[in-house]
């Protein structure tokens, strides 16, 4: 059984920072493409980064391009997000995902709140 855990959000001033993990189980991270995708108050899914480990390739979207670094800890089979320079627009719930949008194959979440 598939199954995403992730951990690691919380409350940081703008300008902060924050790692994500996500723990998976019932597969190998670096035989899937991974992604994060978040979700703000109010608002849908948005896809924010996804890495391709066959293709040793990440993408992000322009809004966080330069401060987010997604990668995997193959040993460890959990997958991360560093997250630098935090706005207040980066305040949502995160979560990891597997496959393509709308992303079902998802963990539970976990909150970031950034605010002075």
């Known amino acids: 059984e598939v199954q995403l855990v992730e951990s690691g959000g919380g409350l940081v001033h703008p300008g902060g920072s924050l790692k994500l993990s996500c723990t998976a189980s019932?597969?190998?991270?670096?035989?899937?493409?991974m992604t994060w995708v978040r979700q703000a108050p109010g608002k849908g899914l948005e896809w924010v980064s996804t890495?391709?480990?066959?293709?040793?390739?990440?993408t992000y979207t322009a809004a966080v391009k330069g401060r987010f670094i997604i990668s995997i800890d193959n040993a460890k089979n959990i997958l991360y997000l560093q997250m630098n320079s935090l706005k207040i627009e980066d305040t949502a719930v995160y979560y990891c995902?597997?496959?393509?949008?709308?992303?079902?194959?998802r963990g539970q979440g976990t909150q970031v709140t950034v605010s002075s």
């Open positions: 890495i391709y480990p066959s293709r040793d390739l990440t």
């Open positions: 995902a597997t496959g393509s949008a709308p992303w079902p194959t």
């Open positions: 019932g597969f190998t991270l670096t035989n899937a493409d």
